[in-house]
């Protein structure tokens, strides 16, 4: 069964740092591209970026091009969202999914991990 | 800029059929757009429904259907249940690698 694990999430002060975590189990991460979608409280979904299975193409959502920065390391089937310059706006459950690129859907998700950004 | 919207809200009844819809604020939702329909109950991951417009994700009951009616993609249900109260989230691809949420809709089966 394809699981999605998240953490790295927490409590950051505005103008911090934070790096979140996404171990697949189940299955071998490099073969699928990658997306973040958050979800701040008590609103809707947000997609927040995307990588390839290589990590050659990266996209943004424009709220967070700039200071957030998508990776991956599929030796250690891991996804990564280093997030800088964080703001009060960018607090939210951040949850990682499997992006299929040939109908651009979002297939198997995580159970998220919360970001709080508040001094 | 072009926003995704839905329905803030919508009820049906046990047994009844509902249909959500998902637009652009500017301009007609096609196949092209690749709509695509979660599902989410409160403090739980989202599910996923339907994607390419009207392909079922595993295991998604039969009685979750995915269209383009006019010029919006539309997520209808039929035989509403109880456990579908919850709320229903589209997106459509931009290009670009750009997908855009719609602001989601509140479902309640009364």
């Known amino acids: 069964e394809m699981q999605l694990l998240e953490s790295g999430g927490g409590l950051v002060q505005p103008g911090g740092s934070l790096r979140l975590s996404c171990v697949g189990s189940?299955?071998?991460?490099?073969?699928?591209?990658m997306s973040w979608v958050r979800q701040a409280p008590g609103t809707g979904l947000e997609w927040v970026s995307d990588?390839?299975?290589?990590?050659?193409?990266?996209h943004y959502a424009d709220s967070v091009k700039g200071r957030f920065t998508v990776s991956r390391d599929n030796s250690k089937n891991t996804l990564y969202l280093q997030m800088d310059s964080l703001r009060a706006e960018d607090t939210a459950v951040y949850y990682c999914?499997?992006?299929?690129?040939?109908?651009?859907?979002?297939?198997?998700w995580g159970q998220g991990t919360l970001v709080t950004v508040a001094s | 800029q072009t926003v995704v919207t839905q329905e803030p809200s919508f009820s049906v009844s046990p047994g009844g059929t509902v249909t959500l819809t998902c637009a652009l604020t500017s301009g007609s939702v096609s196949p092209s757009f690749y709509p695509s329909w979660y599902q989410q109950t409160p403090g739980q991951a989202p599910r996923t429904l339907i994607y390419?417009?009207?392909t079922r994700s595993s295991g998604v009951p039969d009685r979750f259907s995915g269209s383009i009616l006019g010029n919006k993609a539309a997520l209808t249900i039929t035989g509403a249940q109880a456990d579908d109260e919850c709320d229903y989230y589209c997106v459509l691809y931009m290009g670009s690698g750009i997908s855009v949420f719609g602001g989601g809709t509140k479902l309640t089966v009364l």
């Open positions: 990588i390839s299975s290589s990590g050659d193409r990266r």
């Open positions: 999914a499997i992006v299929r690129w040939t109908s651009y859907y979002f297939e198997s």
């Open positions: 390419n417009t009207n």
């Open positions: 189940g299955f071998i991460i490099s073969y699928y591209a």
